[in-house]
């Protein structure tokens, strides 16, 4: 079993940054492939970024390439999400996964409890 515990959310103008962590505890944090997911209002939840346990891949939604950065520190048992240049469309309530496959299975994996990003125009 795996519990994830995110932080770092927040209120932020448009162009602004913030960012995300994810503590995970429980299973070797070192061999779990680690992402995050969002949830605007009204729409389904939708893939943001992912990295392997390696570090050797890491995946990106087109929409935040060039803005976001994941990022993670295996000794601390922690993953980071740098978003910058944030836009009124990032706001959501994001939420940190983790899996022992591969970056394209972290929605079936372990899930965290969400922290909310609100962007303002």
């Known amino acids: 079993q795996v519990q994830l515990v995110e932080s770092g959310g927040g209120l932020v103008q448009a162009g602004g940054s913030l960012r995300l962590s994810c503590t995970a505890s429980?299973?070797?944090?070192?061999?779990?492939?680690m992402g995050w997911f969002r949830q605007a209002p009204g729409k389904e939840r939708e893939f943001v970024a992912g990295?392997?346990?390696?570090?050797?891949?890491?995946d990106y939604v087109d929409s935040v390439k060039g803005r976001f950065t994941i990022s993670r520190n295996n000794a601390l048992n922690t993953v980071y999400l740098q978003m910058n240049s944030l836009k009124p469309e990032d706001t959501a309530v994001y939420y940190c996964?983790?899996?022992?496959?591969?970056?394209?299975?972290?929605?079936?994996?372990?899930w965290g409890q969400g922290t909310q990003v609100t962007v303002s125009s």
């Open positions: 429980g299973r070797t944090f070192s061999r779990l492939a």
């Open positions: 996964t983790a899996t022992p496959a591969e970056v394209t299975m972290l929605k079936h994996g372990y």
């Open positions: 990295i392997s346990w390696s570090g050797g891949r890491i």
